[in-house]
């Protein structure tokens, strides 16, 4: 079975431009969440969604915003792009359970921002 | 903002020795993962311990949870080059949808 599949890998924005990342999850999973990983950090959440409604919500601006499609792929937009969006964007899926579980990463897409 | 801070931030080490990496967090949580990461590329899953467990086991993985402490430790015994990688705890304090907060990860040099 194919893993998360994310796309872009990479890209270049300038500032003010937006822009749109895609997420697949495997087969059968039906939550999609977003991180985003800056140089030398830990990923930090960015938004999670699960039959198509948003579920959680980091601590970031109103410029990012993502949505769940029916066949469960997400997208994630970024408006009015500033040097400091520049980072690996990650998405995961997973199988909501009770007790927890693990997150399936894709590749990520590399964002720049000049 | 970051959960859980892993301790050391680097560790260099020979193939075949040991290597521990500690992480503290700061809430209450349901389970506590780490994952692996490749040169900037995706995380990958390495274990997942819950609130009521205090060891586990996967292979030459070894991982210790003591909530009275708020603090997790990763043990891979008889390391090898390939074990070269960041590695990062994660603290997931939902039950239902893994909301995971991050650390900042210890990278890990295993030379040969």
């Known amino acids: 079975d194919a893993g998360v599949t994310q796309s872009p890998t990479h890209l270049i924005k300038t500032r003010g431009q937006q822009v749109t990342l895609r997420c697949s999850p495997i087969?059968?999973?039906?939550?999609v969440s977003w991180y985003q990983q800056v140089l030398g950090q830990g990923p930090q959440f960015i938004f999670q969604?699960?039959?198509?409604?948003?579920?959680g919500r980091g601590n970031f601006p109103d410029r990012f915003s993502a949505r769940q499609f029916p066949n469960y792929s997400s997208e994630l937009n970024v408006n009015a792009l500033l040097l400091g969006d520049s980072a690996l964007y990650l998405c995961?899926?997973?199988?909501?359970?009770?007790?927890?579980?693990?997150?399936?990463f894709g590749e990520g897409s590399r964002l720049t921002v000049l | 903002s970051q959960q859980g801070e892993e301790d050391p931030q680097a560790l260099s080490i020979q193939e075949g020795e040991n290597a521990t990496m500690n992480c503290s967090y700061k809430?209450?949580?349901?389970?506590l993962q780490w994952y692996r990461q490749n040169s900037g590329r995706g995380l990958v899953h390495l274990i997942l311990i819950r609130s009521n467990e205090r060891e586990k086991h996967s292979g030459r993985l070894r991982v210790t949870l003591d909530t009275s402490k708020k603090s997790s430790s990763l043990l891979i015994t008889a390391s090898r080059a390939a074990d070269t990688a960041s590695y990062f705890c994660a603290t997931d304090r939902e039950t239902g949808y893994s909301t995971l907060t991050f650390g900042k990860g210890t990278m890990l040099l295993v030379s040969p």
């Open positions: 969604y699960y039959e198509k409604e948003e579920r």
């Open positions: 809430t209450s949580i349901n389970n």
């Open positions: 995961a899926s997973s199988r909501p359970s009770v007790q927890g579980g693990e997150l399936f």
């Open positions: 087969s059968g999973h039906k939550s």
